[in-house]
């Protein structure tokens, strides 16, 4: 293993890097030292630490034996206090070390072909007695669609070491300081113009909420986590007016936008690196609410909801809601309505309990296909002190804006909740809340 | 080239199929559409690669996880 100091962006940043020719960077106890005292380094002195992970396992024979493993277990090696970010590249095979780093860290990147899982092939294959296939135990498609461990996928190396830098520049060092402001890339303000054209006025209509992401934000600054699983929520961090923020948004084009589990599980965790490290966080509603159903009852959607509201409620950065065409019941909620340090809702919103029309089935038993005219009727009845103006006059929206200045209220949001008097830096309630789900 | 089975995310009515066997189709084509949660819902292609299968007719009721469709990539 190399370990050591250098820069990037001109920050100062701790590296840690596997040497696969030396052993196959399997894990001893002197890795293991200077693993230690490089992280306790940039921990003190506010330094991000960067991975570069492979490893074969754990060094056979010198882990073997009560006092190789008695050894393995002594110091201090899985407290995460995020007291600076943390990222993963797994460029190789990784098994062990890397993977638990990797499983600590606030992002990892996997370059395609590589494998991250606990144990190596030969040791799986010894214990289950199964022949077992490097994709199917950890490649990048079952770590980003499947398990959503993988936060971001690339080609190639360089493009891990790119991703690594990009995911920093949104960051601050350490969680004792506010994320850097960049430049504004000329024509950014100039998108937001064509919204009305991305997002059908049809609540029963979907479009992909990323398309109408990329015009509000600053022009190329997106930059996704876990885009490849649990596509019903996006999570991105992105940057307006040059200021950081953390992008939770539920998307239409998928499972119509209604929140399952592995959502609640995907946006928590996101919360987790918003939260520690000071950037804000803005939440787009267009959502008919929770996935209700058998599935979601046997996979634990109600612990899931109720922890995603609490990480919420826990969380102590700025933060905005956005509600564009619709949200209801307890998915208003959760994204953000009366959780807000502020909330817009787009002039064509509709919130309520739940859609109307699913109301028009529960309360009157009446179903659209057996008496159109009366459901309609009903739908209307029901449906009637839903607008966004319904939820501005009681004060519960802040704003009732036209699709078109999202980008300009939440500039101005943002140039006023920047919690001066803390320079920013908030109190990281959700610092050491597990990093994986 | 393998088969991969694609399976709803949701429970719903198949309200709409827009493909045909044979078709090419890229990472997030619309293969059909789904009405479910009061919503027109579709469902895409995980990858690029040939509909090889369609399992389902309009009209049919899916459960969440139910094979849809079989894409060749």
Same mark, same amino acid.
């Given at each position: 293993m190399v370990a050591g100091f250098g820069e990037i962006d001109r920050r100062p940043v701790a590296v840690i890097a596997a040497? !696969?020719?030396?052993?196959?960077?399997s894990s001893s106890r002197i890795m293991g030292k200077k693993t230690r005292h490089v992280k306790k380094i940039a921990a003190e002195h506010g330094l991000p630490v960067v991975f570069l992970g492979e490893c074969s396992g754990g060094r056979i024979p010198d882990l073997m034996g009560s006092d190789g493993i008695g050894a393995a277990g002594?110091?201090? !090696?899985?407290?995460?206090?995020?007291?600076t970010p943390w990222v993963s590249a797994i460029l190789g095979q990784s098994y062990g070390g890397s993977t638990w780093y990797a499983m600590m860290s606030d992002l990892v990147i996997m370059r395609k072909g590589a494998i991250m899982a606990v144990a190596s092939p030969n040791v799986t294959s010894v214990a289950t007695t199964e022949s077992v296939d490097l994709e199917e135990l950890g490649g990048w498609r079952m770590q980003s669609e +499947?398990?959503?461990?993988?936060d971001v996928a690339v080609d190639a190396d360089l493009d891990a070491l790119k991703s690594v830098a990009r995911f920093l520049?949104?960051?601050?060092?350490?969680?004792g300081e506010a994320p850097p402001r960049a430049a504004v890339p000329a024509?950014?303000?100039?998108?937001?113009?064509?919204i009305l054209d991305i997002?059908?006025?049809?609540?029963a209509k979907v479009y992909d909420v990323r398309k109408a992401l990329e015009v509000i934000v600053?022009?190329?600054?997106l930059y996704y986590i876990?885009?490849? !699983?649990?596509?019903v929520a996006v999570t991105a961090l992105a940057r307006i007016d040059g200021w950081p923020i953390g992008i939770i948004a539920s998307n239409p084009l998928v499972k119509g936008g209604a929140l399952d589990g592995d959502a609640c599980d995907k946006i928590i965790s996101f919360m987790v690196l918003c939260d520690s490290f000071n950037v804000p966080i803005v939440q787009f509603a267009d959502t008919p609410g929770f996935l209700v159903g058998f599935e979601g009852e046997r996979r634990k959607l109600p612990s899931k909801i109720m922890n995603y509201i609490q990480a919420l409620e826990m969380t102590t950065v700025p933060k905005f809601a956005v509600v564009m065409r619709k949200s209801y019941g307890q998915a208003y909620l959760n994204m953000g309505?009366?959780?807000?340090d502020a909330l817009a809702a787009w002039y064509t919103a509709d919130v309520g309990f739940m859609d109307p029309a699913v109301g028009v089935n529960v309360?009157?038993? +009446?179903k659209q296909s057996d008496d159109p005219k009366r459901f309609a009727q009903l739908a209307d009845e029901l449906g009637r002190a839903n607008s966004a103006y319904d939820l501005a006059a009681p004060y519960f929206a802040q704003a009732v804006i036209d699709p078109r200045e999202t980008r300009g209220w939440l500039k101005r949001m943002l140039s006023i909740h920047r919690r001066r008097p803390s320079g920013g830096v908030g109190k990281h309630r959700m610092a050491t809340w597990p990093t994986k789900f | 080239m393998a088969d991969i089975q694609v399976k709803s995310e949701l429970a719903g009515?198949?309200?709409?199929?827009e493909t045909k066997t044979g078709q090419a189709l890229a990472e997030e084509d619309a293969i059909m559409i789904l009405e479910s949660m009061k919503m027109e819902i579709p469902v895409l292609?995980?990858?690029?690669?040939?509909?090889?299968?369609?399992?389902v007719a309009e009209g049919d009721s899916v459960t969440e996880g139910q094979a849809l469709a079989v894409l060749s990539v």
């Open positions: 040497d !696969f020719t030396t052993l196959g960077a002594e110091g201090s !090696f899985y407290n995460r206090a995020r007291e +499947v398990t959503g461990q993988c520049s949104y960051l601050p060092s350490h969680a024509g950014s303000d100039e998108a937001i113009a064509n997002v059908p006025e049809s609540r600053d022009k190329g600054s876990k885009e490849r !699983f649990a596509k309505g009366g959780k807000s309360v009157h038993g +009446v | 009515k198949v309200w709409k199929i292609a995980p990858r690029s690669g040939t509909l090889k299968d369609i399992l």
